[in-house]
């Protein structure tokens, strides 16, 4: 009887890059928006990217965020050159800085501005509540978010470019564009 005696041994896991939750095809613009939502919530980066444009994969044009006016003017140098990579490594620090309980995301006073077959514009509202560590952003985000959705060639959707803005009715800067830069430092 032979035995073998080999170095093979088990592995310790790596930590998941989401905490779950499914992704729909985005088939419609709609599903976009529910996707997107969904991974936010359920704090899934690989489907929060997905939601957005790629150019090198999959759209035919890249994914722009165009911050928050008051957001622009103080950390400018950070926003001229934000990209898709910035927002990944943005949503995996907003992440690691999660204390007790996930995001929730809410969107509302959607308003479709504009409509063609490969391309939808949304314009909304948005509060976002995040349990986080960070003493200079507040936990409640609040703005209205204009979203450019795209058809891609393989007939799915994405959100090609989103524009972040202070609400009228907000008399401190509370954006999400707030909270991407100071996670971005």
């Known amino acids: 009887m032979m035995m073998l005696v080999g170095g093979c041994s088990t592995r310790t896991p790596e930590t998941p890059t989401s905490f779950g939750g499914e992704f729909i095809p985005p088939v419609s613009a709609d599903i976009v928006l529910d996707n997107f939502i969904a991974a936010v919530n359920n704090v899934n980066t690989e489907n929060y990217m997905l939601c957005l444009a790629d150019a090198t994969l999959r759209s035919p044009q890249p994914f722009r965020f165009e ?32 204390r007790d309980n996930r995001p929730l995301l809410s969107l509302f006073n959607r308003t479709e ?73």
């Open 67 to 98: 911050p928050s006016a008051e957001a622009r003017a103080r950390y400018q140098a950070l926003y001229d050159t934000w990209s898709t990579d910035k927002e990944r490594q943005s949503f995996l620090a907003m992440r690691s800085r999660i």
């Open 113 to 185: 501005t504009f409509s063609s077959p490969d391309l939808k514009i949304f314009s909304m509202d948005y509060e976002l509540i995040v349990d986080h560590d960070l003493s200079l952003v507040p936990r409640t985000l609040t703005g209205t978010m204009v979203l450019e959705l795209q058809r891609e060639d393989s007939g799915q959707w994405s959100i090609a470019r989103w524009i972040d803005a202070r609400r009228a009715a907000d008399t401190v800067e509370s954006t999400w564009s707030l909270l991407k830069a100071q996670l971005s430092n």
